[in-house]
């Protein structure tokens, strides 16, 4: 059944195996080669390497709305944020007496408040399993309730595109005031352990580069498995022409909040596995930009590709890197440039440049 | 029975003050910078008492240094040169300090600070002096001035001061001054044995909107020992005060309101062209905003002597670089992107993203300051409560002016009914010989200018620097949404709306919970109506 | 008494059981289609103006009339998409289509060609008729469940109806115009309609492909009802027994081609103005 799914899929089968070597290779390298060796990879690289895994999960989420039910969401930013709240809240329960202030109860952003007991949505984030299912149920349920309103009501097109973004900027300027109780402006940081492993230990940045890497392809199976079922087929032809599936009987806005509920849950997933490996999660998260930037990450790997999107990503963010660390002020030039260099001259992508190429040979 | 005396002693006083105002001018008629100078001669002491009855014959003086030297001493601006034991008025300047005679204004070149002796005042003397001069400019010959004065007497107003308002009622023709004399005297009567005279004052001060009535009323109220009648008629004129209050309060929200509203609708209505018009999502709108602030601030740059005149300049220039840099993104980028709304979002964005970086690598990424022109300070106050400020003001008109020209070029100009043809059916307007691709230029470079022009309203508002347009993108996409896209009114009535909702939500939820509160409200109305405000309607549109 | 609360395909819709078509319409009483006194306005503007129309069981219909007579939004009416502001729209003598949405409409049995031939152009011939196969159309049954061996042979059915077999594996988009139509109708008919409402089905196709469509028309006729909207008049000659002519937002005439074409009204509204 597995095998049957990646028949047609040589792209996806490729991106497989070289997670497979990555979730081989990279331990031994790091671990058990001694750092004075050439093939000695710093534990720095494997975070920066896991972060982007992170990033290509997020990305598959997005290319799942966008490239196959064609619904452009500026908002998935806000998705990938409160996953990482969930589990940043978890993380600050983690460090107890630890803090600064060394309240047993109370992070330290509460003690500065003088804010007296922890609010009630605060309970049940000391639990790992309580953490888990908010990581999916919070950002599901934003998004059930968003695209509820807005799929029923037919908001398409730019309209929706805006009005996720003002639901981003809108949690931004939420998530920014202390009264919320996230942290206001610093967010949450100074985490100190994740179910008892030290986070600063190299051993366990390279448990959650693997965990990073292994969801990456289940995320990766299990939306190419829809895509390829006649659900896949379904939500394509929703984007191609809404009408005429709805005048086949298709409920298509059932259809599309289906799909833009499962892909917030995939990209809080996303952030809850992000926010270990970077060690902060801020409002900044949840600037508008940063979902705008994600788009660009799938329109440069390939739309309706899974698999160009994770590369996408994770080909923007090497570059980001790259640039920032030589000439920060070219960067901005260079995402701009990509915007519309991608727009003009690359419409599917590079994973349509990939296989124009190969339909041509 | 006791309030004979009162009257008599009044009379006397009255009596006395009459003849010192008499008598004064008499003694100093010979030569009057002589006297004034032998007069202000006691300053130079360390003795209080001898300043202030030199503070009290300078007032009397009919010089007219007087009011000047009185209001130097208040501001510490008095000194004596230490050579000469002369008193002269000090003005502090970069390189030192500038010297005059207090008496004659004879210039007497710079001194250094130690060379000077401040001529020091204690609170008593302050106390003094402010009355002194308020009781001078009641002679004033501008109203204004003269009821200033009375206001600035209103606080603490002795027996003498009672007497020179009750003269310069007898005398006074400014209806505002008469107002500002009664209040005074009234809310001096509130502490009147009288009970009559208690409750005439009551009377006057029934919905004043004088800080001070208000504060005394209610602590006439509160007073154990007011007599019931009394305190009814101080409780109802108190609850008239809070009405009016609140009226003028809530007038004062609005001009906030649409202030703020105007500057939405500035920043929205460029947008309002290019989205509602062509259908075309110009994410890089909130940039060209931005060219147009940091062209006000290169204008500036360019004619520092004129900051008076540089907003009159800056208007068109911001308009044309905004324009043609509107027209140089709808050629190189949008034209070939018709019909594909999300891709021309896309590649809009990316230009945003390139003009924020090249204003930080060009300019900075600190922001720059761009002055007020000072006829665009200050306010006009209605009373107490209501005053508007200019800049606010400015913003309103113009922000109706700028709708009201594009209005007119929409409807009236060549340009104008060739962008509603393409606008409603491009294929036909082709036929009939509308250059489509000119007219799409041209209607970008418009609604691009347009923003341009925003950007120079909001140099004055905020600060300028390359995050500028990013704040208010979001912003103005919801108001043309919010508004009905392709409706210019419905653009307007949305800005000035939520201008206004925002603007009466910020005082109970904070500034921030407000525009949150707004933005929420906007994605749930949008779901319910998708198509705004005032959406078109027919089955083209459906289609 | 049941708890309502506890009987959830009460509470949520999408939860609520499908019903079969079949069981509950009903034609016994003649007509499958009955319009009373719709109205649509729009801006003040009235598409539609206390239009009457009924089509009976297996009737084949032409219905004629200039641009703006309400064609098209006589069919929104009907399939849900456009509200009437008054008038009442039954299927049968039991579905009222005015408290029904597009989707139920469709699953009632009534199916749509749209004026532009409109396929889905990123997948094959084939799925674009499985996708219009009739059955449960639901999110969790189109992702769990296989199409059944039944559906399958019912594409196989629709595609040599239609004669697209030999183009069965390519994609819809690089179908041409004349083919894209007939694959519009074959997905209509994978949905076991009973009432088809056709939208300029010949627009722009060769005279052989008309001719090819007329006999598929004809040949659907008796099982099916059918409404044809189309200003090619040749081909309305050659199908049509009853005509219906829409001016204005209502109907002008009904009536045989023959006297619809020697109408005084008719001719006026054509030629006069």
């Known amino acids: 059944m597995l095998m049957r799914l990646f028949d047609s899929d040589r792209a996806g089968s490729v991106m497989l195996t070289l997670l497979a070597l990555l979730i081989a290779v990279v331990p031994v390298a790091n671990l058990l080669v001694p750092p004075e060796s050439s093939l000695h990879l710093s534990t720095y690289t494997v975070t920066l390497l896991g972060k982007y895994l992170c990033y290509a999960i997020l990305a598959i989420a997005l290319d799942l709305v966008w490239g196959y039910c064609g619904v452009l969401s500026l908002g998935h930013g806000a998705f990938f944020a409160l996953g990482g709240y969930a589990m940043g809240m978890y993380l600050m329960r983690q460090i107890g007496e630890r803090g600064v202030y060394g309240n047993p109860e109370l992070p330290d952003f509460m003690v500065f408040l003088d804010w007296q007991a922890l609010p009630w949505y605060w309970q049940g984030f000391d639990h790992f399993w309580f953490a888990l299912v908010m990581v999916a149920l919070v950002p599901g349920l934003l998004a059930f309730v968003f695209g509820w309103l807005a799929f029923r009501s037919r908001v398409t097109g730019v309209y929706l595109s805006i009005i996720t973004q003002a639901l981003t900027y809108a949690l931004m300027l939420a998530f920014f005031r202390n009264e919320m109780g996230f942290g206001g402006n610093n967010g949450l940081t100074d985490f100190k352990d994740l179910l008892g492993f030290d986070l600063q230990a190299g051993s366990t940045r390279v448990a959650l580069f693997v965990v990073s890497a292994v969801s990456l392809a289940v995320v990766y199976v299990s939306c190419r498995a829809i895509v390829n079922s006649r659900l896949g087929r379904a939500v394509v032809a929703i984007r191609d022409a809404e009408d005429r599936a709805r005048f086949l009987g298709y409920r298509v806005h059932y259809f599309k909040l289906w799909v833009f509920t499962f892909s917030a849950v995939l990209a809080g997933i996303a952030g809850a596995l992000y926010v270990p490996q970077v060690g902060i999660i801020n409002p900044s998260e949840f600037q508008p930009l940063n979902s705008i930037e994600l788009v660009i990450w799938v329109a440069i790997g390939g739309r309706g590709t899974l698999w160009g999107a994770a590369g996408g990503a994770v080909l923007v963010n090497y570059a980001k890197t790259s640039f920032t660390a030589v000439l920060p002020e070219v960067w901005l030039f260079a995402l701009g440039g990509l915007f519309i260099v991608s727009t003009l001259l690359l419409p599917r992508g590079l994973a349509g440049l990939f296989k124009r190429s190969k339909d041509a040979s | ?543 | 008494m049941k708890e309502p609360l506890l009987k959830r395909d009460r509470v949520y819709d999408f939860l609520a059981p499908v019903v079969i078509p079949e069981a509950l319409l009903d034609t016994r009483h003649g007509p499958i289609l009955y319009l009373e006194d719709i109205t649509v306005t729009f801006d003040g503007f009235k598409a539609l103006n206390n239009l009457n129309l009924t089509i009976g069981d297996g009737e084949l219909r032409c219905i004629i009339g200039a641009n703006g007579a309400g064609k098209t939004t006589m069919m929104d009416v009907i399939t849900g998409r456009t509200r009437p502001d008054y008038g009442s729209a039954w299927f049968g003598s039991r579905i009222n289509l005015l408290g029904m949405d597009e989707p139920a409409i469709a699953a009632a049995g009534i199916g749509r060609k749209f004026q532009k031939p409109t396929v889905f152009e990123n997948l094959s011939v084939q799925g674009n008729l499985e996708l219009a196969a009739a059955g449960n159309k639901g999110v969790w049954r189109m992702l769990s469940a296989p199409l059944s061996a039944e559906q399958r042979d019912a594409v196989n059915e629709v595609l040599s109806l239609v004669n697209l077999q030999a183009v069965a594996a390519h994609v819809a988009g690089t179908l041409s115009h004349g083919q894209k139509q007939w694959l519009e109708i074959g997905m209509l008919l994978m949905q076991r309609p009973r009432l088809l409402l056709l939208d300029e089905p010949v627009a722009g196709m060769t005279s052989a492909e008309i001719e090819r469509t007329t006999e598929l028309l004809l040949e659907l006729a008796g099982t099916h009802s059918v409404v044809v909207v189309e200003h090619d008049m040749e081909f309305v000659r050659s199908i049509a027994r009853r005509v219906t002519v829409l001016h204005e937002g209502s109907v002008l005439v009904e009536g045989k081609m023959q006297d619809i074409q020697n109408d005084p009204s008719v001719i006026e509204v054509y030629l006069g103005e």
């Open chain 2, 1 to 543: 029975m006791d309030y004979r005396p009162v009257i008599v002693m009044r009379m006397f006083t009255l009596l006395v003050l009459v003849s010192l105002w008499v008598a004064v001018p008499v003694s100093a008629a010979d030569d009057p910078d002589v006297s004034f100078a032998s007069v202000l001669a006691p300053l130079n002491t360390r003795d209080f008492e001898a300043k202030s009855r030199a503070i009290a014959a300078i007032s009397e003086l009919k010089h007219e240094r007087a009011g000047i030297v009185l209001q130097a001493l208040l501001d510490g601006s008095l000194s004596s040169a230490k050579s000469t034991k002369r008193i002269v008025l000090v003005r502090e300047i970069e390189t030192g300090y500038e010297v005059e005679d207090a008496v004659t204004a004879a210039p007497l070149g710079m001194l250094k600070r130690t060379e000077l002796k401040r001529v020091s005042v204690n609170n008593k003397l302050r106390r003094q002096l402010r009355e002194l001069i308020a009781h001078r400019a009641l002679g004033a010959n501008d109203p204004v001035a003269r009821r200033k004065a009375v206001e600035a007497m209103t606080d603490a107003l002795d027996a003498t001061g009672r007497a020179l308002l009750i003269k310069l009622r007898s005398t006074e023709s400014d209806d505002d001054v008469l107002h500002a004399v009664d209040i005074a005297l009234a809310i001096a009567d509130l502490e009147s044995s009288s009970t009559e005279e208690r409750n005439d004052a009551i009377d006057t001060l029934h919905g004043s909107l004088n800080p001070l009535a208000r504060g005394r009323l209610a602590a006439l109220v509160a007073a154990d020992d007011t007599a019931d009648d009394t305190r009814r008629a101080a409780a109802s004129a108190l609850t008239a005060i809070e009405q009016r209050v609140a009226f003028f309060e809530f007038l004062q929200v609005i001009f906030f309101g649409l202030s703020l509203g105007s500057v939405l609708v500035l920043a929205a209505i460029g947008l309002a062209i290019t989205f509602g018009v062509m259908g075309v999502i110009n994410m890089a709108h909130g940039e060209l905003i931005m060219l147009g602030a940091y062209t006000t601030y290169v204008v500036q740059l360019l004619m520092p002597q004129h900051i008076d005149w540089s907003l009159l300049v800056a208007v068109p220039a911001a308009f044309m670089v905004a324009a043609l840099v509107g027209i140089a993104i709808e050629r190189g980028v949008i034209r070939f992107l018709y019909g594909r709304p999300l891709e021309t979002l896309l590649a809009t964005f990316g230009v945003s993203l390139v003009l924020q970086q090249a204003v930080r690598s060009i300019f900075s990424p600190l922001n720059r300051s761009v002055s007020t022109p000072s006829w665009m300070s200050g306010s006009i106050e209605i009373n107490s409560v209501l005053s508007l400020t200019y800049n606010r003001l400015t913003i309103i008109i113009f922000t109706l002016v700028v709708f009201a020209a594009l209005m007119a070029v929409l409807r009236y100009s060549r340009l104008g009914l060739e962008v509603r043809a393409v606008a409603q059916n491009r294929a036909m307007a082709r036929a009939v010989g509308v250059r489509g691709s000119w007219v799409d230029a041209m209607t970008f470079g418009l609604g691009a200018g347009v923003a341009g022009v925003a950007g120079v309203a909001l140099s004055q508002l905020t600060n300028v620097g390359p995050n500028l347009g990013q704040a208010y993108i979001v912003d103005s996409f919801m108001v043309v949404v919010f508004g009905g896209v392709g409706n210019l009114w419905g653009t307007l009535i949305a800005g000035m709306g939520l201008g206004v909702a925002n603007k009466f939500l910020e005082p109970s939820a904070g500034a921030v919970m407000a525009k949150i509160v707004v933005l929420v409200f906007i994605i749930v109305f949008i779901q319910k109506r998708p198509r705004g405000m005032f959406p078109q309607r027919g089955r083209a549109v459906e289609n």
